[in-house]
C-alpha cells in the first residue's frame, strides 16, 4: 500500500522568500514521486518528478524537490516566491504496478505581495 | 496538440438523473484514469484503462461506469446520480513504460 502526506494543509509566504512544501510518503516499493500544481479553476500541471535518478529533481518556474530515502520525504522548494505561485500544490507517489497514483490531500500557498 | 480534453466543463444534474462524462486524448497514450476531486481534498481514482477494451476500478468506483472502445476515448457514466457525486472530475492519460499522466481541464459537476 502507499500514501502521502502532505504537512501542511496551508503556507503563507511573501513575495521574494523562500518557499518549503512538506512531504512525507509510505510505498511498498521503489517509488515515483511527483508535484503538480493546480491554479484555481484549473487542471493540473507537472511541476517535477522522481524516478530513481538524481535524488535532487528541478522542475519548471524555479522549483526542485530532493528525494530523501531515509526520510521518506519529498518536499518542494523555491528560493524565492512570486505572486503568480500561489496556488494548490499536490504531492503524488506512483503505483508501478498498475500506474495509478495516490494523491496528497494538497497545500495551498498563498503569497503576500 | 490538445492533449486531453473534456466534454461538458460544466453540468448541474437532478438526483436520479443520468449523464456520460467525454474524455478524449490526442497522444495515442493507452493509459487512461478518469479521477474525482471533492473541495479541499486530492484526487481519487475512479476508474483506469490500460488499453482499449480493458478496463479496472480505482478507489472509488460505486455509482460510475466506463468503456474503452478506442485508444482515444475513455467516457465516464453516471447513471443516477446522487448529490454525494458533486464533485470535479479529471480525465487523465499517460504512454506505455511512462508515468507522467497529463490532465485535462476538469468537467464541475453539480448534483441537486
Known amino acids: 500500500a502507499q500514501s502521502v502526506t502532505q504537512l501542511d494543509s496551508h503556507v503563507s509566504v511573501s513575495e521574494g522568500t523562500p518557499v518549503l512544501l512538506r512531504c512525507n510518503y509510505s510505498?511498498?516499493?521503489?517509488?515515483?514521486l511527483f508535484w503538480y500544481v493546480q491554479h484555481p479553476n484549473k487542471g493540473l500541471q507537472l511541476l517535477l518528478k522522481?524516478?530513481?535518478?538524481?535524488?535532487l529533481v528541478k522542475g519548471i518556474n524555479g522549483f526542485e524537490a530532493e528525494f530523501k530515502k531515509s526520510e521518506t520525504s519529498f518536499h518542494l522548494t523555491k528560493p524565492s516566491a512570486h505572486m503568480s505561485d500561489a496556488a494548490e500544490y499536490f504531492c503524488?507517489?506512483?503505483?508501478?504496478?498498475?500506474?495509478?497514483?495516490?494523491f496528497g490531500s494538497g497545500t495551498r500557498l498563498q503569497v503576500q505581495p | 496538440n490538445a492533449g486531453v480534453t473534456q466534454t461538458p466543463k460544466f453540468r448541474i444534474l437532478k438526483i436520479g438523473q443520468s449523464m456520460t462524462l467525454q474524455c478524449t486524448q490526442d497522444m495515442n497514450h493507452n493509459y487512461m484514469y478518469w479521477y474525482r476531486q471533492d473541495p479541499g481534498m486530492g484526487l481519487k481514482l475512479i476508474y483506469y484503462?490500460?488499453?482499449?477494451?480493458?478496463?479496472d476500478k480505482g478507489e472509488v468506483p460505486n455509482g460510475y461506469n466506463v468503456s474503452r472502445s478506442t485508444t482515444e476515448d475513455f467516457p465516464l457514466r453516471l447513471e443516477l446520480a446522487a448529490p454525494s457525486q458533486t464533485s470535479v472530475y479529471f480525465c487523465?492519460?499517460?504512454?506505455?513504460?511512462?508515468?507522467?499522466?497529463?490532465f485535462g481541464p476538469g468537467t464541475r459537476l453539480l448534483v441537486l
Open positions: 487523465a492519460s499517460s504512454g506505455q513504460g511512462q508515468e507522467t499522466q497529463y
Open positions: 503524488v507517489v506512483s503505483d508501478t504496478g498498475r500506474r495509478a497514483l495516490t
Open positions: 484503462s490500460v488499453g482499449a477494451g480493458i478496463t
Open positions: 510505498s511498498s516499493y521503489s517509488p515515483s
Open positions: 522522481y524516478t530513481s535518478a538524481a535524488t
